[in-house]
């Protein structure tokens, strides 16, 4: 199993940008699709961005399209989240997750977790 360990999360103003990085351990970490999640208070854990084993491929949330960018870099064993133009909405715990799929958007292909980052953004 790969171990994963999200930071760079924080507080920010409405408008302005965060990058999140995942580091991975354990099992080779280019053998693994990656995705980013986040889940708001009081809501279900929700899809933001995922990328397959290459880097190639990404797919994003509609609500992060043009705003959010997931990359990868398997010689580091770490995942990027970049985010610019962060709204309030963008608030909550944001994790990253791997899976044995070559790419997914959905949580439950995920079966490592990190323990999540929080973002706040301020209005």
């Known amino acids: 199993q790969v171990g994963l360990v999200e930071s760079g999360g924080g507080l920010v103003q409405a408008g302005g940008s965060l990058r999140l990085s995942c580091a991975a351990s354990?099992?080779?970490?280019?053998?693994?699709?990656m995705g980013w999640f986040r889940q708001a208070p009081g809501k279900e854990r929700e899809f933001v961005a995922a990328?397959?084993?290459?880097?190639?491929?990404?797919s994003y949330a509609e609500s992060v399209k043009g705003r959010f960018t997931i990359s990868r870099d398997n010689a580091k064993n770490r995942l990027y989240l970049q985010m610019y133009s962060l709204n309030p909405e963008d608030t909550g715990v944001y994790y990253c997750a791997a899976t044995r799929k070559p790419a997914s958007d959905d949580a439950g292909d995920f079966g490592a977790w990190g323990q999540g980052t929080q973002v706040t953004v301020s209005s």
């Open positions: 990328i397959d084993f290459s880097g190639r491929r990404t």
């Open positions: 354990g099992r080779p970490f280019s053998s693994y699709g």
